[in-house]
Structures are given as C-alpha cells and as structure tokens.
Nanobody, 126 residues
Framework: QVQVAESGGGLVQAGGSLRLSCVAS????????MAWFRQAPGKEREFVAA???????????DYADSVKGRFTISRDNAKNTMYLQMNSLKPEDTAVYYC????????????????WGQGTQVTVSS
C-alpha cells in the first residue's frame, strides 16, 4: 500500500509563489506517475500536473494549460518526494491541492489514480 502526504499550502498574494511537497511512503519502487490535482469550492477536481517516476534519470511531465509556464513539477528520488513550484499565482489558483499516485505512465484523469493525500489549501488573494 502506498501513502502520499502533501504540505506547503498557505495564503499568498496574487503574483506570489508557493512550493508544495508530496512525500510517498510504502511501496515506492517500480514505474509510476505522481500528480497534482486541485479542487475549488463547488467545482470538480481537476488535473494540474504529473510527472513520471522510474528507476532511470529521464522523466516526463505534463501540465494543464491553465498552469503551463507558471507551475513546475519536479521530483527527488532519494527523498521519494514530489514538488510543485507555483509562480505568478492568480486568485483562480485558489483551491485544495491534492497529491496522487498511480502505477504506470502519465495520466490526467482522477479515476486513474489510486492513492491520494488529504490535500493542502492554497489561497491566493487579489
């Protein structure tokens, strides 16, 4: 069983930056993908970014159009940790951000991810 846990949310002004972290524990070997999703009040959970994870050094990333050029997803293999660097934040980025993991390659659908964290709140004030 794999567990993931997010941290790093908070309150920031528009134009500011935050970095989210997600630590994976349990069965962390093999090829899998990790992703960030977010859910704003009254809206469905949506894909933000994903990164592949394998024993090699090459990794692949995918981003939602709404965050391309502003957010960067990365990983630290030694720490089993994934990061989301969020720059140029906008009020519409306000949401609960969730970390998720799946076996296999990249994906952007909520239904494809089997392990989820509890979420961390990100609030961007105008």
């Amino acid at each position: 069983q794999v567990q993931v846990a997010e941290s790093g949310g908070g309150l920031v002004q528009a134009g500011g930056s935050l970095r989210l972290s997600c630590v994976a524990s349990g069965r962390t070997f093999g090829t899998y993908a990790m992703a960030w999703f977010r859910q704003a009040p009254g809206k469905e959970r949506e894909f933000v970014a994903a990164i592949s994870w394998s024993g090699g050094t090459t990794n692949y990333a995918d981003y939602a159009d709404s965050v391309k050029g502003r957010f960067t997803i990365s990983r630290d293999n030694a720490k089993n940790t994934m990061y989301l660097q969020m720059n140029s934040l906008k009020p519409e980025d306000t949401a609960v951000y969730y970390c998720a993991r799946k076996y296999g390659g990249l994906a952007s659908r909520v239904s494809e991810y089997g392990s989820w964290g509890q979420g961390t709140q990100v609030t961007v004030s105008s």
